[in-house]
């Protein structure tokens, strides 16, 4: 049962870079969202979804792109990276309102 | 906008003792209430969860209560242990689907 698994697990990325992070969910979930964590700030909401074609803005949400084509998956892209995304990147998933389940972060770092 | 404060931001007593963290929110109107756990370079694992019509949850040590009318919870961790050790985070589910944290309370178990 793997739950909610992210790839890459570390990256770094030069600026002006695009990558994408995966989030990929195995319960079926409705709900996906993507966190970054940053000392001192905490998790903050970058952008959601409440199902397969539906998207939209958290807290953060300037220099992030998601879709979400398929239930099982919620990919973030970085289209120009920026130093100030060096940064924890956590997704997560629930169904309805029920328990979140986090995945194990990816931490990426911008030069 | 939903704000969730927890105090203290960190804590460091001796292992047998029980304690107590504190979460506060600003807006009531909330679905529920999760409290995680995240250890130094990992991600988060969820401990409690409370529905807005609900007053506690036990789990194990763990006691969490919830005052939605105060905009309160506490998670109580008795016959604390050195494995307690780590960061925890409150979490509360809005009225449109987001999930807010608070920035977390650094514990420390001293053996």
């Known amino acids: 049962n793997a739950g909610v698994t992210q790839t890459p697990k570390f990256q770094v990325l030069k600026t002006g870079q695009s990558m994408t992070l995966q989030c990929a969910q195995d319960?079926?979930?409705?709900?996906m969202s993507w966190y970054r964590q940053d000392p001192g700030m905490g998790l903050r909401l970058i952008h959601y979804?409440?199902?397969?074609?539906?998207?939209d803005q958290g807290e953060v949400p300037n220099g992030y792109n998601v879709s979400r084509s398929t239930t099982e998956d919620f990919p973030l892209r970085l289209l120009s990276a920026a130093p100030s995304q060096t940064s924890v990147y956590f997704c997560?998933?629930?169904?309805?309102?029920?328990?979140?389940?986090f995945g194990q972060g990816t931490r990426l770092t911008v030069v | 906008k939903q704000e969730v404060t927890q105090i203290p931001a960190a804590l460091s007593v001796p292992e047998g003792e029980n304690l107590v963290l504190n979460c506060s929110f600003t807006?009531?109107?909330?679905?529920?209430l999760q409290w995680f756990r995240q250890d130094p370079g990992k991600g988060l694992t969820s401990l409690l969860l409370?529905?807005?019509?609900?007053r506690e949850q036990t789990s194990g040590r763990l006691n969490a209560s919830l005052d939605k009318s105060s905009g309160r919870s506490t998670l109580y961790i008795a016959a604390s242990q050195p494995g307690d050790s780590a960061t925890y985070l409150c979490?509360?589910?809005?009225?449109?689907?987001?999930?807010?944290f608070g920035k977390g309370t650094r514990l420390h178990i001293l053996p």
């Open positions: 997560a998933s629930r169904e309805g309102n029920t328990e979140a389940f």
């Open positions: 319960m079926n979930h409705e709900y």
């Open positions: 979804s409440v199902g397969a074609g539906i998207t």
């Open positions: 807006d009531s109107a909330i679905y529920n």
């Open positions: 409370i529905q807005s019509s609900q």
């Open positions: 979490a509360v589910m809005n009225r449109d689907d987001k999930i807010i």
